[in-house]
């Protein structure tokens, strides 16, 4: 095999994977079919322990003194 018959057939895959997700990504964008109820459950299961994640950082000792830090010497400031 040649080695442009051997890229022009690759290239051409290529071209074909990516038309081919490009329409499936155009599909899922476009769909209105919504989502099941277990999509639903998922979700809102990872929307809840996100904002556990999220709220266990802000509220942590490290985040807290920072701001107090930032508070402390903006009001400490000399003007």
């Not at 209105?32 to 277990?38: V, Y």
Request: proline content about 0%.
């Amino acid at each position: 095999m040649r080695i442009d018959t051997m890229t022009d057939r690759v290239l051409h895959r290529v071209d074909t994977v990516v038309m081919e997700l490009r329409s499936r990504l155009w599909r899922a964008v476009v769909a209105e079919e919504g989502m099941s109820t277990a999509e639903y459950a998922i979700g809102t299961i990872a929307a809840a322990a996100f904002g556990a994640v999220l709220y266990g950082v802000v509220t942590g000792d490290s985040i807290v003194n920072a701001l107090t830090k930032i508070i402390d010497r903006a009001l400490n400031t000399t003007v």
